[in-house]
């Protein structure tokens, strides 16, 4: 039987538990061949002090020409944190280039969290990250992202399950077909992913269990299981569960080491479960 494929464009955190060292591991367990595009080499996330950065960008072009020469083609294009409008154009173009019938575009469209962008990023970058969300199949902003890409206030907690429809219905005008609200919270108990599909105007909400804690990466492991789960064939509000269920466990397999682990979760610890759950 053919292999699915992913391509993960991306960047290499070195240390830091996010991006590519993420997505590689956990795309990778349940069976699906995982392509990599770096798009930078950090010795670490951005929120370590002093961390490096090289930038790939002109490696963009050479990689994916060679990869058009040979033909090659991905079940699913998958970008996450991306470093410059240059960076977000190449995507659009990448996009372009590969997307095939069948082929799911699923944009995480890193920018921010807690009300606050990540470290240099802009609101033009903003406006043009909700540009290339156009071109997805599946979005996965957390409260944070949409606001900035919508243009509109960050209300923290306390909002309504009617504003959340809002927010979706205001999401998918942005063109993608499948919006996934991550972090959305109704009460202290619980923390999950509200879904709406612009076709069917479908709404559903799904959330776990609310752990008070805040750990890097975690937007990182649900994009990542994620996509795996919808690569795999499971639906889509069906992968947004799996994904839920998952980032849940690798957090709770990191809170006894809280402070000495804040730059990430023991997602290590989880994949074997993960695999024999749903590798099938
Ligand atoms: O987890 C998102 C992410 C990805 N890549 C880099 C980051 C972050 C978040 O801070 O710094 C380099």
């Known amino acids: 039987m053919k292999q699915k494929r992913t391509v993960a464009i991306n960047d290499i955190s070195c240390m ?45 072009t050479p990689v ?17 944190y991306l470093g410059s409008q240059r960076q977000i154009d190449l995507v659009a173009r990448f996009i372009d280039d590969f997307k095939g019938d069948t082929t799911k575009v699923i944009i995480d469209p890193v920018l921010g969290d807690h009300g606050r962008l990540y470290k240099n990023f802009t609101q033009d970058f903003a406006d043009s990250m909700a540009k290339l969300c156009s071109k997805a199949d599946v979005i996965t902003p957390n409260l944070t992202e949409a606001s900035f890409m919508l243009g509109t206030e960050y209300k923290g ?30 009460d202290e108990k619980r923390l999950g992913v509200a879904c709406y599909d612009s076709l069917t ?42 994904a839920t269920d998952f980032t849940v466990e ?12 804040w730059y990430g979760v023991k997602f290590e610890n989880c994949l074997a479960d993960f695999c024999i759950k749903y590798a099938k």
């Open 157 to 186: 907690e306390g909002y309504t399950e009617e504003y959340i429809k809002e927010l979706l219905k205001k999401l998918a005008g942005l063109g993608a077909k499948k919006i996934i609200l991550t972090g959305v919270s109704f």
């Open 250 to 261: 690798c957090i709770k397999a990191t809170i006894d080491d809280k402070d000495n682990h």
């Open 16 to 60: 830091g538990k996010c991006s590519l060292t993420v997505a590689l591991p956990i795309i990778s367990s349940l069976g699906i061949e995982t392509i990599v595009l770096p798009t930078a080499v950090l010795s670490a996330h951005t929120a370590f002090e002093g961390f490096t950065f090289c930038d790939l960008t002109d490696e963009f």
């Open 64 to 80: 994916t020409e060679h990869w058009k020469q040979r033909g090659e083609q991905f079940d699913c294009i998958y970008s996450g």
């Open 201 to 242: 105007k479908e709404y559903t909400y799904y959330a776990g269990e609310r752990i008070e804690s805040m750990f890097h990466g975690t937007g990182d492991v649900w994009a990542s299981s994620f996509t795996a789960a919808y690569v795999k064939g499971y639906g889509f509000e069906e992968a947004a569960r799996i």
